[in-house]
């Protein structure tokens, strides 16, 4: 009987023909070995408008950057218990506006006699000032005696330190307390005169003013300012004149009404 030929070989054959089954694809490398993203650089973080004040814990500062408008956020129980003759209306203006100089007088009638050009001594805060609270500790720190001296504040709007347009006044007396200080609406209409004088500067600017010109106008202001608090005012072809003066020199019996004259027919 004749043997069948063995089909080993062509399955062997078969086999080696069939292609391999493709290797599995390696897994993805982990994000540890992944390529570390390129360094940024650091960004400088923008000045935060609100900046705590170096006088008084508390006592927040708002800057604007584009006009350099100063607007303080004071306790306004802190501003009463300084001052507790003060209302609770003027303590609320007043939390507001920064402090840029003071003037010190030995008591009232100094003051009233020839105004802030009479004070003994003056302090400024500028450019950025400080807070009325801080204003009135320095001011009282430097009283030898309780229950004396007379003081007056100079508040401001800006970044540029004293107003020449006038700025608001806070009139604090040693001796009883009392206050006479300017209020909202006052504040109001001097800070509006302040910001037409800015924008008056800003277009003198633009025209090609220089800044030796701008200086001179300021100094000019200033000298005005300081001719009125001296009880002097301009008048036309007569230049300065001093009020204090004129309500000094006696008037005539006529003027004062005392002499009377009699009636035509």
Known sequence: MAEEPSSMPAEKEAAESVEAPAAPEAPPAPADSAEAPAPTEPTSEEPKPYQVSRDVDGTLRRTDPDTGDVELYTSIEGILKAVPSLNWDLAAAWSRLPIVRVHLFIDRSSYERAGVAR??????????????????????????????GFAVFEGGFDSSGAC???????????????????????IQRKREIHEKRRKLEQRWAAKGTTDAVLLKIKQ??????????????????????STLAAQATPRSPRQRGGLKLPALR
């Open 119 to 148: 004070s003994y001594a003056s302090k400024d805060f500028q450019p950025e000032g400080v807070d009325l609270i801080s204003a009135i500790t320095w001011w009282r720190r430097r009283v030898r005696e309780e229950g004396k």
């Open 164 to 186: 020449v347009t006038g700025p608001p006044y806070f009139k604090l007396d040693g001796s009883n307390g009392s206050v006479d200080a300017d209020d909202m609406d006052a």
């Open 220 to 241: 000019a202001d200033a000298h005005r300012l300081h001719r009125k608090a001296q009880g002097e005012e301009y008048h036309y072809r007569k230049g300065w004149v």
